[in-house]
């Protein structure tokens, strides 16, 4: 089984908004990533997490707040986005550092 | 800068033929290579992967050369099926994927009849 689930498929919110991007394995992977994908662009590395602690922050805005509350669990915590952050926003998880198995991912659109 | 590049945005193949897709590198410090298959509104599905210790790995209809001298890859399939019809990504790690994945920007498969 090599599925990870993210949830929820599509979100629309608006700039003074709260929510939430939920990801989840049950493969035993202990490292886990966000990447976020622009319209004809390739995914860009967000965060990085490993045996459940963040080791990786690619400078992205404090508007982000991921959060990984057990070994098969990350969130994405959303606040005050920019309508520029619509995308579509990819999670991953992986063994050993090796090959990075991805989630559906969420389709965010900041109005 | 661009570390991982594909500079073929899209490649048409006749159904059975070979699909060969291009990758250049410049970051000396990758040792691990992917590839990877994305149709529209999915996230990237994992193909084929391959150590900087190897020159060649084989999956079925996908193999990977890898020429670190060149700082080059290929993904070849063969025979190519309508089902290859996508976009696929080149992806490099470092460190063993201790940073994530650095991505190419694509190229689009289209294989026809």
Known sequence: DTEVTQTPKHLVMGMTNKKSLKCEQHMGHRAMYWYKQKAKKPPELMFVYSYEKLSINESVPSRFSPECPNSSLLNLHLHALQPEDSALYLCASSQNRYEQYFGPGTRLTVT | DQQVKQNSPSLSVQEGRISILNCDYTNSMF???LWYKK?????????ISISSIKDKNEDGRFT???NKSAKHLSLHI???QPGDSAVYFCAASALRGADGLTFGKGT????QP
């Open chain 2, 31 to 33: 040792d691990y290579f």
């Open chain 2, 39 to 47: 149709y529209p509104a999915e996230g990237p599905t994992f193909l």
């Open chain 2, 64 to 66: 990977v050369f890898l």
């Open chain 2, 78 to 80: 063969v025979p190519s």
């Open chain 2, 108 to 111: 689009h498969l289209i294989i």
